[in-house]
Nanobody, 122 residues
């Protein structure tokens, strides 16, 4: 079955940049990034289709974050620029067996990574 592993989290100052990576095994699937702060629900951040022909972003990250993928490496990336303290969260990579319908709903995704912590200091 599909396995998903995130990496690249860390501590960065406000205004800085960070790149997260998501290595997946198994078949190529639509992928998404979610994030969750302590005591809060898991929120959609970005999504990408198999061919990279379609990308999707939460309004809170548009213009700052970029999702991309390299199918030869079976890896998805999240480039995060102009980071803000409110971006602080555990970031999760996820894969789904279904086509992109209800992209932002976490329960539509079937495989999840363990999460990587991103902390943005002011």
């Amino acid at each position: 079955q599909v396995q998903v592993v995130e990496s690249g989290g860390g501590l960065v100052q406000a205004g800085g940049s960070l790149r997260l990576s998501c290595a997946a095994s198994g078949r190529t699937l639509p992928m998404g990034w979610f994030r969750q702060a302590p005591g809060k629900e898991r929120d959609f951040v970005a999504g990408i289709s198999v061919s990279s022909s379609s990308t999707y972003y939460a309004d809170s990250v548009k213009g700052r974050f970029t999702i991309s993928r390299d199918n030869a490496k079976n890896t998805v990336y999240l480039q995060m620029n102009s980071l803000k303290p409110e971006d602080t969260a555990v970031y999760y990579c996820a894969a789904r067996r279904t086509a992109f319908i209800d992209i932002a709903y976490s329960n539509k995704y079937d495989y999840w990574g363990q999460g990587t912590q991103v902390t943005v200091s002011s």
